[in-house]
């Protein structure tokens, strides 16, 4: 059933919904790649919530709700009909100047914009043709020819961000606290959830992204989903949407909360403690509302944004800033004041920060380092002082190139010079240099130019992170520094100036043979100076796992069993399994319940070649992959659908795979990829490689 729909809309959702949301490719099927480039160089976005809870400001009946404002839907319990029947006439954001928010992002020294296009409460913000429930049934959105003033805030921000020269990114929440498709029901909410079906709702969800994405508001440069945790990404059609999107806006960033790890992490309200191994975004509150709360006056500094803005960009991530405009499309005076302090200090230090990344330093105890590589090829080490060091010196370990400048980017003090201490560089910084870093708020930055990226004298880097090979192996490393050499053992103990240097091969690589399980260990030299900085890597030597007869039936046998599970059921529970059926690929199978309980999948593998495979398991809760009785990738515990990999050696054939999943509550996924000897991607395990097994007996 949809929300009380008009004529002219049945036909709008008839048509959207004839192809299901989905898209009809062009000739070619080649889908453009995440373009990452344009976010990297950014670093810094601002994330806006606004929606019918900014009108209510976080006040229902007269009394403000502390807390998350877009939230009190929910917090209050209000039947999502009275909620929308007092806000929607309301919400009427004639100060809303979609010019002044871009510039006021612009003028902070954000890249790019994420706006809620609808959040958890249902209210769609821009005019879509498969709900009465968005922006064109407010006076604000209403045709002009009903009496209304005919303004779409999505086109208006979308054509602002086009002449200010930001990117755009839509915020879509998959939770929907008031379109009667969408279950589960809040507790306390009342209306019937007979006919309610959550497939139809997924078609919605699907034709609105299509709405959003299909070229009516230009380029979109992210799809921000939200509000996954409450199906999984079959029930989602995760699958569908994201690939929608990306044929539909080439080269869009999906983030991880389409019940799939998508292409970059969005840790909320925090800053991972060293960074993640993918791309990654913390997004965070500027008081302690995403929505607007009227009485919520808790605003960070900007001397602390900067310093998480720092911190984060020295581990490699993005930092989305949250503000949140209020019923009027007012940004309010405090955040407005704390975005002109950030402006004024990016003015003068944005260099550290744009393109900036991780620099091979260890973390000081006075701030970050971070790294900026440019485009002609010149670089900067930049150290963000959070306070004054305590020894009074700051030491660049390792860095064996001399600056070729060495600037305070705001002038808060005298540049310093620096001196050399064999491979490590060494500012003594002045008293009254030391008392201004004291002092400066927000930070101070010193910029190390140098003509190009600086040879550090780090631990050695290995190219690659096969660890588990057959017969022998090369170990590559990256070369060393110019002048450097690398020193290494294999025996387990700590190379010295006296261990012998590797020399390049014939093609100039720095690389070593093993033909046994090793520990490798490698420190990197230059004129007679250790690195500080070690590696030490184990690699083990195994044998080819034994091939086996294929079955000639494709397919895995399907175990299912329900309960409460904390951590992956050993094969024998599933003996008990009332619930048996074939799967084709390696997913969970049809006919599970929502929640609270686990998978077996078993079969042959037919491996195409001998030697190491990796697998890829993501699944959300927790799972294993069982090869010819090995464990090869433990991915137990309750999580989120993360990836996990792990090796093994297989002789060319068949082989036993067994796959187990639970899941607890919330969303559930689970897929498998592997990657052949020799071959790079991963890879989708083709289904005529998996086979029933000839004598599937319990184990
Ligand atoms: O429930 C939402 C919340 O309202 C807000 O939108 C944040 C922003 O990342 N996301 C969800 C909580 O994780």
Redesign the pocket.
């Known amino acids: 059933m949809l929300i009380g729909k008009k004529p002219a809309r049945l036909l709008a959702i008839a048509l959207t919904l004839c192809f299901g949301g989905s898209i009809v490719r062009g000739a070619s099927d080649e889908i453009a790649p995440p373009d990452f480039a344009w976010w990297r160089e950014a670093r810094f976005g601002m994330f806006v919530?606004w929606g019918l809870y900014s009108e209510a400001g976080s006040v229902w009946n007269g009394h403000f709700l502390p807390g998350?404002s877009?939230?009190m839907l929910n917090r209050k319990k209000i039947p999502p009909a009275e909620y929308h029947a007092e806000l929607t006439p309301r919400f009427d954001p004639v100060d809303f100047d979609a010019d002044v928010w871009v510039r006021t992002a612009k003028d902070a020294g954000m890249k790019y914009i994420v706006i809620?296009t609808k959040?958890?409460e249902g209210f769609s913000l821009w005019p879509s043709a498969v709900t009465d429930q968005d922006i064109a049934a407010t006076k604000f959105g209403k045709p002009k020819t009903d009496g209304g003033r005919g303004r779409d805030p999505i086109r208006e921000l979308a054509d602002a961000c086009q002449r200010h020269g930001l990117k755009l990114g839509f915020y879509y929440s998959l939770l929907d606290w008031s379109n009667p498709d969408y279950l589960p029901r809040r507790e306390w909410d009342t209306r019937p959830t007979a006919g309610a079906d959550y497939a139809r709702y997924a078609q919605f969800m699907r034709a609105q992204v299509k709405e959003l994405l299909d070229g009516r508001y230009g380029k979109i440069a992210v799809l921000w989903g939200?509000?996954d945790w409450e199906h999984g990404a079959r029930e989602h059609t995760s699958d569908e949407i994201v690939a929608m999107a990306r044929a539909l806006q080439p080269g869009i960033l999906v983030n991880d909360r389409w019940a799939q790890s998508g292409d970059y992490a969005?840790p909320?309200n925090k800053i991972p403690d060293a960074g993640l191994d993918r791309p990654w975004e913390t997004?965070m509150t500027l008081n302690g509302s995403?929505g607007y709360a009227r009485d919520d006056h808790d605003f960070k500094s900007a001397a602390v944004v900067l310093q998480n803005l720092a911190d984060i960009v020295s581990k490699g991530g993005n930092y989305l800033l949250n503000i949140g405009p209020d019923g009027r499309g007012r940004i309010d005076p405090e955040s407005l004041a704390v975005l002109a302090s950030i402006g004024q200090w990016m003015h003068t230090h944005s260099s550290a920060i744009y393109g900036n990344g991780r620099a091979l330093l260890s973390v000081p105890e006075w701030g970050r380092w971070t790294l900026a590589l440019t485009s002609d090829g010149s670089a900067a080490i930049n150290a963000h002082l959070f306070s004054a060091p305590k020894s009074g010196v700051l030491r660049l370990d390792g860095v064996i190139d001399d600056p070729t400048r060495v600037r305070v980017l705001g002038g808060e003090f005298e540049s310093p010079t620096f001196r050399r201490k064999g491979p490590d560089l060494i500012v003594d910084l002045s008293p009254a240099a030391i008392e201004m870093i004291a002092k400066s708020s927000p930070h101070p930055v010193i910029a190390f130019d140098f003509a190009s990226q600086p040879k550090i004298l780090a631990a050695p880097t290995i190219v690659g992170d096969e660890r588990l090979f057959v017969g022998s192996m090369i170990v590559r490393f990256f070369p060393p520094p110019l002048g450097a050499t690398i020193h290494v053992t294999t025996d387990g103990s700590q190379p010295t100036a006296h261990t012998p240097a590797i020399t390049p091969n014939a093609q100039g690589e720095y690389a070593i043979a093993i033909d046994h399980t090793a520990t490798v260990r490698a420190r990197t030299s230059w004129q007679n100076n250790m690195s500080n900085g070690e590696t030490t890597i184990n690699f083990s030597r195994s044998e080819l796992s034994p091939a086996q007869t294929c079955g000639d039936r494709v397919g895995l046998d399907a175990r299912v069993i329900v309960g409460e599970f904390e951590t992956v059921p050993a094969s024998t529970t599933f003996d008990s399994s009332k619930q048996s059926n074939t799967v084709e690929s390696v997913t969970i199978p049809r006919g599970v319940p929502a929640d609270r309980f686990a998978v077996q999948l078993r079969g042959m593998i037919d491996a195409p070649s001998s030697g190491v495979y990796r697998f890829e398991i993501a699944s959300d809760d927790g799972s294993e992959l069982w090869i010819d009785g090995i464990r090869v990738i433990d991915h137990g515990g309750l999580h989120g659908a993360t990836p996990k990999i792990g090796d093994v050696a297989l002789a060319a054939g068949c082989h036993e795979i067994d796959v187990r999943m639970f899941e607890s509550v919330g969303s559930e996924s689970l897929t498998l990829r592997w990657r052949p000897p020799s071959i790079t991607k991963f890879a989708q395990i083709p289904e005529q490689s998996l086979h029933r097994r000839l004598n599937l007996k319990s184990e």
């Open positions: 919530h998350w877009e939230w809620t959040h958890h939200d509000g969005t909320e997004c995403w």
